[in-house]
């Protein structure tokens, strides 16, 4: 049974510090609030009256409310101030030697029962716990930024942490309405070990000129819904910061994918550190604001005319066809979908037909419009069907082979200057141009499920592919109201070369038996605002498609990190693929 904690000392009012001893002040808590010095105390008294002003404009508090929570926090610069509370949290600066002093001196000065916490978000809590004569009673409470405002708060354990301890933490979390995790004392804990991999990757994706700053944002907000994309999130956070959480988690690792990339050092060195200077991988009107003033324009490709698009065929009949040629019909072009039987035509119109009349239900299009679309959208069992197209955009089965034979089969078929494009998600583009005799006409237009809902359109042109073939899918993605970006043909292309990693590292986080299934997934909700957690995503891609992308990715860079994870092969191999056998990492049976 936990025991409440009445009193908490917050040592260091740095943002992250006021912004904690507020929360706990909010919830009825008694605060010692404790700086180095006058200057610091003045800064952190500041901050607290900022952020509680803009709660009260903000409608979050009354006057009356800010006031009391106020009255709360004791503040000073005597750290012999802290000696009479249960629970102490430092948050002073990210400095391994300064955190271990400080919980020395409040050794000696707090009794025996006293709980010491650290905030650290990458530092050694073993390391912290031994610099005191309490071990067992040290623990990790990493709060995230603003403490105010975010609901997520790690709490780290060591080996010889008293789970008395971890549970009087877990009671306090609850109280200040926070969501509490629970992890093992690990570079980086949950949140960071697997963010910051996927947000260097995006660095390294950047550096190798892959994809511009703007589409690898775009691709991961429009691709997978996350609130900002890698590099726009990596200026907010802070680029020396994040360099040195980076460095952290891969002297622990030793993970090559970890090694802070050469371009983020190169920015630190410069002093490029992202909003708090004005300048990072973006340019901001100043330090510490958010406007951004070097946005790029659209792409375009230059002395390029885009060939002229009346007529798409699509080849297939699965939830991505249907999905593909129900956008292109709304938005104008004849589309002609082709099946191999009757029965899958007959498929394929009934899909669109129910998903065009939910859209009419809920008030996004007339009934005229659905009609009109309707008459645009024919089917056919004949590939010579497709002969007039301006553009044919396979969406079959995830198979090479099969992919190449259904384009040797289409350059046969198909008009003269026609665009050939291919969904595939991970596969060479280049191996289906290859297939043809016409290889400057090929190009990946990768869609992302459901097409009707979803915005990004990736655009693959592969080293064959020419100039106005690009300009006209973009073209052609645009009028169909989606945001395309562009990059080279690489497996896994942006949104799956930096997904399915992190994914990997989730499920390898899972077997170490570091946390668990519920604590990954609910730090990636609420830590980083993701829509779903690793494991919930997991499912509902599938944990067979997860394991072949996985593998696509590790065969084409060869980059040991990437091997996919032993259980995940386990489970593929168990039936167990996620939402669609009712059991994956999750039960969904329930």
């Known amino acids: 049974m936990s025991r409440e904690l009445t009193t908490v000392a917050v040592v260091g009012l740095g943002t992250m510090g006021a912004g904690i001893a507020e929360v706990l002040?909010?919830?009825?808590?008694?605060?010692?609030?404790?700086e180095k010095d006058d200057a610091g105390l003045r800064r952190g008294l500041g901050h607290l009256a900022h952020s509680t002003d803009r709660a009260v404009a903000g409608g979050k508090l009354t006057p009356a409310e800010r006031d009391a929570l106020l009255t709360r926090i004791q503040a000073g610069t005597d750290l012999a101030a802290a000696a009479g509370a249960s629970l102490v949290i430092e948050a002073i600066d990210e400095d391994l030697d300064a955190k271990m002093a400080l919980f020395a001196r409040l050794d000696g000065l707090c009794p025996p029962e006293t709980i010491f916490a650290t905030n650290t978000s990458s530092l050694s809590v073993t390391r912290l716990a031994a610099a005191t004569g309490r071990p067992a009673r040290v623990v990790g409470?990493?709060?995230?930024?603003?403490?105010?405002?975010?609901g997520l708060v790690e709490i780290i354990s060591t080996v010889v942490t008293d789970p008395a301890v971890l549970a009087d933490l877990a009671a306090l979390v609850e109280r200040v309405d926070k969501n509490a995790v629970t992890a093992g004392d690990r570079a980086g804990f949950i949140v960071d070990a697997l963010l910051f991999g996927y947000l260097n990757n995006a660095v390294r994706m950047l550096e190798a000129h892959y994809a511009s700053r703007e589409d690898i944002d775009a691709a991961m907000r429009f691709g997978c819904g996350h609130p900002m994309g890698?590099?726009?999130l990596l200026d907010l956070i802070g680029l020396d910061t994040a360099y040195a959480i980076l460095d952290s988690i891969y002297h622990t690792s030793r993970d090559h994918l970890h090694a802070p990339a050469p371009l983020l050092k190169q920015l630190v060195t410069a002093g490029m550190l992202g909003r708090k200077t004005g300048r990072?991988?973006?340019?901001?009107a100043g330090p510490d604001s958010p406007e951004v003033v070097d946005p790029a324009p659209p792409v375009t490709i230059a002395g390029t005319t885009e060939r002229p698009v009346r007529t798409v065929g699509v080849v297939g009949t699965g939830t991505m066809a249907s999905g593909i040629a129900e956008v292109l019909a709304k938005s104008g072009y004849e589309v002609v979908v082709r099946a191999r039987t009757d029965d899958k035509v007959a498929a394929v119109r009934k899909k669109v037909e129910s998903s065009l009349a939910r859209s009419v239900e809920k008030g996004r299009m007339t009934s005229d419009d659905r009609d009109a679309t309707l008459t645009r959208l024919r089917g056919t069992t004949e590939l010579a069907d497709l002969a007039d197209a301006d553009l044919v955009i396979e969406a079959v089965v995830e198979d090479l082979a099969v992919k190449q034979a259904l384009f040797a089969e289409l350059d046969r078929v198909v008009k003269p200057g026609a665009v050939l494009a291919t969904t595939t998600s991970?596969?060479?583009?280049v191996e289906c141009a290859a297939a043809t005799g016409r290889p400057a006409d090929v190009i990946g237009m990768h869609w992302f499920n459901p097409a009707p809902a979803m915005k990004l359109v990736e655009v693959v042109p592969t080293v064959l592919t020419a100039p106005d073939v690009v300009?006209?899918?973009?073209?052609v993605a645009r009028a169909s109201r989606k945001h395309p970006v562009i990059c080279a043909d690489r497996a896994g292309f942006i949104v799956n070369a930096l997904l399915f990693p992190y994914l990997n590292d989730a499920v390898r986080m899972l077997e170490a038996h570091y946390a668990g299934v519920e604590d990954i997934d609910t730090a990636m909700k609420v830590g980083c605002g993701h829509p779903m957690g690793p494991f919930?995503?997991?499912d509902v891609v599938g944990l067979d498609v997860t394991l072949a992308i996985q593998r696509t990715l590790y065969l084409e860079f060869r980059e040991p990190g990437?091997?996919?994870?032993?259980?995940?092969?386990?489970?593929?191999t168990a039936g167990y693929l996620g939402r669609k056998t009712g059991r994956g990492f999750h039960d969904h049976r329930r």
């Open 562 to 572: 990437y091997a996919p994870a032993p259980l995940l092969e386990h489970l593929v």
């Open 426 to 429: 991970s596969l060479p583009v």
């Open 536 to 538: 919930e995503l997991a």
């Open 280 to 284: 990072g991988f973006y340019s901001y």
């Open 230 to 232: 890698p590099l726009a």
């Open 141 to 150: 409470t990493h709060w995230f930024n603003p403490a105010p405002v975010m």
């Open 471 to 475: 300009a006209t899918v973009l073209a």
């Open 25 to 34: 002040a909010r919830a009825g808590i008694g605060v010692v609030g404790v």
